[in-house]
C-alpha cells in the first residue's frame, strides 16, 4: 500500500522547474512585506459522494468514515491544517515577515472559509497553529491557555464568489462546451484508458470526462484512510492521473472561466494594493481563504503564473505578496507551498515579468481577468445582497 502512496504522490506533481525555493524565512533588508492575499486548499478528506459511487468498497468506507461523514476533514486533514497555520505564522508572524502580531488583532488579518465543514474546520484548525494566546488573551486557566477563538466568514454556497464552479450558470454552460470539446481533443488519446474505467465502475468517462479527477480523487482519499487501491487500477494508475491533470484544466480552459474563478480575488488583491499605492490607509492586510483547489488553481491563472499542471495538493498555499522595497516601488511576488508540513515554499514566476514585478507592469498583465463581486453575481445570474 505504502508504494502506492508514493506513487500517487509522485504522478500527481511534476517537477516546478519555473521555481525558486525560499529556505526558512528569508527576510531581505531592502523590503518590507505590506500585503498579502493566501489561498489555501483544506486538508485531507473523506471521498465525497460522486467520488464513493465509483468504489467498489463503499460499505467499508462508510465504516472507516462514519465520524468525519462523507467530504469529512480526517484526523490526517486536522494535522495538515494545522500544519498551514504553523506555515502562515512561521511566513507571516513576528519572526517571519512580520505582517501580523503573536497577539490576535482584528485588524490585522481576515479569514474566510467556503461555507463546507472541510474548510471551515481547517481555517479553525489553522488558527489555532498562528494564534496560541499569548499571556493578554489567555481566557482561562485550562484551554484557554492553549487555545483561543479566532472568527472567520463565510457566505451561504449558492451565492459564494469561491463556489464559482457549482453556482455559477454561465460557468457551467462554458465547462459543458469545455467538456464537449475535450472529448476530441485533450482525451482522444485516453480512448482505451475510457474503455477500461466504463467497464470496472458502470459511468460513462465519454460523457463526463471530469470523472477522471473524481476517480482519481477517490483514490488518494482511500490512500489516506489507509486503504489500498484495488488491484485492477494500479497498472492504469500514471494514465489516470494524466487524464485526471486534464481533467483538472478544464475548469481553467478559456479566459472567460479564468475571468469568472479568480477575478474576483484578483481585483479585491489589485484594490488593496492601488490604495497602498496612493498611501490610503489599509487594515486586514493578511487576508487568508480557507477553499479548495479550484480556487488556488484559478487564482494562480489569472496571476498568470508559470507553473506545472498539477492539481493542488490538499494543503497546498498560494499567496500573492505585495513588498514595498527601495525608493517606496511596490512590487508583486507569487508564493506557493505545494503541501503543508510536506514541502518548502517557492516563489514562482509571473508569465512576461518575472519572479518580482513592479506592481504596475502586474496591474497591466491582469488587467483583462479583473472582475468585481458584483459584476460577478450579474454575469452568474446570482441574488444577493451584496
Not at 524565512?25 to 498579502?36: G, H, R, T
Not at 484548525?125 to 488573551?137: I, L, R, S, T
Not at 508540513?341 to 514562482?348: A, K, N, Y
Amino acid at each position: 500500500m505504502y508504494g502506492y502512496l508514493a506513487l500517487i504522490c509522485f504522478v500527481a506533481r511534476l517537477a516546478t522547474s519555473e521555481a525558486n525555493v525560499i529556505h526558512g524565512n528569508e527576510v531581505i533588508n531592502d523590503k518590507q512585506l505590506v500585503l498579502a492575499f493566501v489561498v489555501h486548499r483544506h486538508g485531507d478528506r473523506a471521498p465525497d459522494a460522486d467520488e464513493l459511487s465509483l468504489s467498489d468498497e463503499q460499505e467499508k468506507i462508510r465504516n472507516l468514515t462514519r465520524l468525519e461523514g462523507l467530504e469529512g476533514l480526517t484526523n490526517l486533514g486536522k494535522r495538515r491544517a494545522y500544519q498551514i497555520g504553523k506555515y502562515i505564522k512561521q511566513r507571516y508572524g513576528p519572526q517571519g515577515l512580520g505582517l501580523i502580531s503573536n497577539l490576535y488583532l482584528q485588524d490585522d488579518i481576515a479569514i474566510r472559509s467556503t461555507d463546507k465543514e472541510r474548510t471551515k474546520m481547517t481555517a479553525l484548525v489553522a488558527m489555532a497553529a498562528v494564534y496560541p494566546p499569548e499571556v493578554e488573551q489567555q481566557w482561562d486557566e485550562g484551554v484557554g491557555k492553549v487555545w483561543q477563538p479566532v472568527p472567520y466568514s463565510a457566505k451561504p454556497l449558492a451565492e459564494d464568489f469561491l463556489r464559482y464552479y457549482s453556482n455559477c450558470n454561465k460557468f457551467k454552460a462554458l465547462m459543458a462546451k469545455a467538456k464537449e470539446e475535450s472529448i476530441t481533443k485533450e482525451f482522444l488519446p485516453y480512448k482505451d484508458l475510457v474503455a477500461k474505467l466504463e467497464k470496472k465502475t458502470g459511468r460513462n468517462f465519454t460523457e463526463n470526462p471530469l470523472l477522471f479527477e473524481t476517480l482519481f480523487d477517490l483514490f488518494k482519499s482511500q490512500v489516506g484512510l489507509g486503504l489500498d487501491i484495488p488491484e485492477w487500477a494500479k497498472p492504469l494508475l500514471p494514465r489516470l492521473s494524466e487524464a485526471a491533470r486534464l481533467a483538472y484544466r478544464l475548469y481553467f480552459r478559456s479566459d472567460e472561466m479564468l475571468k469568472i474563478g479568480g477575478g474576483v480575488l484578483l481585483q479585491q488583491f489589485t484594490e488593496a494594493a492601488t490604495a497602498l499605492a496612493l498611501g490610503k490607509p489599509v487594515t486586514k492586510r493578511l487576508r487568508i481563504f480557507s477553499a479548495h483547489d479550484f480556487n488556488v488553481g484559478a487564482l494562480m491563472d489569472v496571476s498568470r503564473v508559470v507553473k506545472d499542471q498539477s492539481i493542488p495538493e490538499y494543503g497546498s498555499v498560494f499567496a500573492l505578496e505585495l513588498y514595498r522595497r527601495k525608493g517606496g516601488v511596490l512590487t508583486v511576488e507569487p508564493v506557493f507551498l505545494n503541501q503543508a508540513g510536506e514541502s518548502s515554499p517557492q516563489v514562482l514566476t509571473i508569465a512576461g515579468c518575472g519572479p518580482i514585478c513592479d506592481l504596475e507592469k502586474f496591474t497591466q498583465l491582469t488587467e483583462k481577468f479583473l472582475l468585481s463581486e458584483e459584476k460577478f453575481y450579474e454575469v452568474c445570474g446570482i441574488k444577493s445582497e451584496l
